[in-house]
């Protein structure tokens, strides 16, 4: 079974969206429940794994 990339209370940016700061509040499988960080809307988002990157990640470079 993988572990999950992400825990609680970690910040988050969808990759079509990285303006938008995320905090995961809850997690089931490779599925994540995020409220926007400056929590003028606490309705919760679902996000597949693949679809989210950690705030503090390094951006990808392209090798070829």
Do not use: W
């Not at 969206?17 to 995020?34: K, N, V």
């Not at 003028?40 to 503090?56: I, P, Q, S, V």
């Amino acid at each position: 079974m993988k572990a999950n990339k992400f825990d609680n209370g970690d910040i988050v940016y969808e990759i079509t969206s990285p303006q938008q700061l995320m905090l995961i509040t809850r997690q089931h499988g490779a599925l994540y429940y995020c409220k926007p960080i400056d929590y003028r809307n606490d309705k919760l988002t679902a996000f597949m794994e693949r679809d989210l990157k950690g705030f503090h990640d390094k951006p990808q470079a392209n090798i070829e």
